[in-house]
């Protein structure tokens, strides 16, 4: 493999083994792949029919690697179809646009540009038009679509089909866009020329017909003559049309205040800033108010273009979905392509919520491959795993959860502090779900030894021990498990300064508001400790001092010996929470770059 030839010179494909490797160090860095990709395209002087194999095989395979990264890349799919049509001719150019309309269907550059290909290599109007028509489908609703409304006019042009063309322009002038205006002067010229019968509908026409008759019903020279009678329906007919036209430019009005703050409209994999994204919401906003499900769906999928990272869209997106009657398929079609393709996998939120989706669809098994999906890449992450012990908890009980802790616990693979986290989630099973009280104490009070710089084990167990009921004879009882629990966590546990005051906190506040007439000594003792100059605390707070060595002192108080570096201390500190807890609320009229997060 190493004197593996990728074609071109040794210096050529040696550089594009060093481009490879850097690809594959980090498969997410864009500028490693355009590099990739421009090298590639070069080999042998540019490619063609008559490159190498080698050469040939090593570019096709660095645009699919790149284009299956990056699929919303309208501009090199389009790039790659000219490649291969100076490669291999017409059907492996079409098979590349096929492939490029499919992952970016919104695109209309690339639908015009296939379009325009298909015009330049196919004899076959009709499969000309089937392709245009399925590019209106696709891109027709865009407020700048006038490229492609303008090369499907071009080419029933150069057939003079002006039936066809007239039918175009009845459907576009009812379209908000940028050259509406346009459009409709065309139309209206065009309208004069063509037969009442394609002017307006069949009951519309037979209405206008009546009315003229009717009107000429009362004149004392008789009834009007045929072509005035239909001079007349035109008229009726034009200011028919003319309002078609104040509607359209009603409409547009009303989306130019959110189009003109579109400063991107395509993808990009860097970030957007504060303001682009705040617009796409109010557009949003504002399409879902008016009602009209296509254009919402259509202006959803262009948001979902350009703000592809941004996982607030898509979890926006099959909210809005699910809300729609009878929508189940496009809902799970929106989760999909975010978990396969768009949002990374380092925010599994949108992957947690299809889990939900599918087991709400009673397909249990393919939410519970969703978790494993996730883990496949992220091993032990901890919002996964307690969501894949909830999901068999639901389905097959209290057991089958903990089986799935005990096994996390149980893995190598799994880090101490992650292994923490599933102890509680473990004892809270028991504590919550079983009812059992002394099951869930001995979890934690044997686990204790094991996770002694995890803040978020020690903070449990105290909100553990804190919440259980009591009462004024089993007091004293309480108290003495509470106060043990926090003497271990001061004196034992290997957590910062900083991380045992914050967790004292809780018990001061039990002290203060459920001890007995002597709990202030020991208050204000803790307090001493904990929050006075070095001088005075005691000998077991001192292990990590400024110096970063433990006294003899407080090894000789049994503290474990040995430093706990800066990088241990902040993996203990961990706070962990679920995706659909944590604020998601944008910051009002927040400035700069919006990180993907």
Not at 114 to 128: A, L, N
Not at 325 to 348: F, G, H
Request: hydrophobic letters at 35%.
């Amino acid at each position: 493999m190493s004197d593996f030839n990728f074609g071109g010179t040794d210096e050529e494909s040696a550089e594009i083994k060093k481009l490879n490797a850097e690809v594959l160090e980090d498969t997410d860095n864009f500028e490693n792949w355009e590099k990739l990709v421009r090298a590639a395209e070069t080999l042998e002087g540019g490619l063609n029919r008559n490159s190498s194999p080698q050469a040939i095989a090593t570019t096709r395979d660095a645009y699919d690697r790149f284009l299956a990264k990056f699929p919303l890349l309208f501009g090199y799919w389009k790039k790659y179809a000219d490649l291969e049509f100076s490669i291999a001719g017409t059907e492996a150019a079409e098979m590349v646009f096929e492939r490029g309309v499919a992952s970016i269907t919104t695109s209309v550059d690339l639908w015009t540009d296939y379009c325009s290909f298909k015009v330049e290599t196919s004899h076959d109007p009709d499969v000309i038009r089937e392709l245009f028509e399925r590019g209106a489908a696709c891109v027709g609703l865009d407020f700048l679509a006038h490229p492609f409304w303008d090369k499907y006019l071009e080419f029933e042009d150069r057939l003079e089909s002006h039936d066809r063309i007239f039918a175009i322009l009845s459907r576009v002038v009812k379209i908000p866009m940028h050259q509406y205006a346009r459009y409709f002067e065309r139309f209206r010229q065009l309208a004069h020329t063509r037969p009442l019968t394609e002017l307006v509908p069949e009951d519309t026409l037979a209405q206008f017909r009546m009315d003229v008759e009717a009107e000429s019903a009362g004149y004392q020279q008789g009834a009007k003559a045929e072509l005035e009678i239909e001079r007349e329906v035109r008229t009726k007919i034009d200011n028919f049309h003319l309002e078609i036209f104040t509607r359209t430019q009603t409409e547009t009005t009303k989306r130019w205040t959110y189009e003109s703050e579109i400063k991107r409209p395509y993808f990009h994999v860097t970030e957007l800033d504060h303001q682009q994204l705040a617009n796409w919401r109010k557009y949003l906003d504002f399409e879902e108010a008016e009602g009209d499900y296509t254009r919402a769906v259509f202006l959803y999928e262009r948001c979902l273009v350009t703000c592809a990272f941004y996982d607030e869209f898509w979890f926006r997106y099959a909210r809005w979905m699910s809300a729609q009657e009878e929508k189940q398929e496009e809902v799970r079609n929106i989760y999909q392509r975010a978990s396969t393709l768009y949002v990374p996998i380092s925010r599994p939120g949108i992957r947690l919520q299809y889990a939900y989706f599918e087991e709400m669809s009673e397909r249990a098994d393919v939410a519970r491959d969703i978790h494993q999906a996730i883990l496949d890449r992220m091993p032990g992450h901890v919002e996964t795993i307690v969501s894949w012990a909830n999901l068999e908890r639901r389905q097959n009980g209290l057991e089958a959860a903990i089986e799935v802790y005990k096994a996390q616990i149980d893995n190598p693979a799994v880090d101490l502090f992650a292994k923490a986290a599933f102890v509680v989630e473990w004892a809270i099973l028991l504590w919550k779900i079983q009812g059992s009280v002394s099951e869930a104490r001995q979890v934690f009070q044997k686990n204790q030894q094991w996770y002694l710089q995890s803040r978020h084990f020690w903070m449990k167990y105290l909100e553990f021990e804190i919440a259980q009921p009591t009462s004024t004879d089993k007091e004293a009882e309480h108290y003495t498990r509470i106060k043990q629990v926090h003497d271990d966590m001061i004196k034992k546990s290997r957590m910062s300064l900083s991380t045992k005051k914050d967790l004292s906190s809780y018990f001061l506040t039990y002290l203060q508001q459920r001890g007995t007439k002597e709990a202030m000594k020991e208050f204000l003792q803790v307090d001493r400790e904990l929050n006075g100059p070095l001088s005075v605390q005691p000998a077991y707070l001192k292990i990590n001092t400024p110096t970063g060595r433990a006294s003899s002192k407080a090894l000789e108080n049994g503290h474990p010996p040995g430093e706990v570096d800066e990088a241990t201390l902040r993996k203990g500190e961990v706070k962990y929470s679920n995706y659909y807890e944590e604020s998601r609320d944008p910051i009002p009229n927040a400035q700069g770059l919006a990180p993907f997060h």
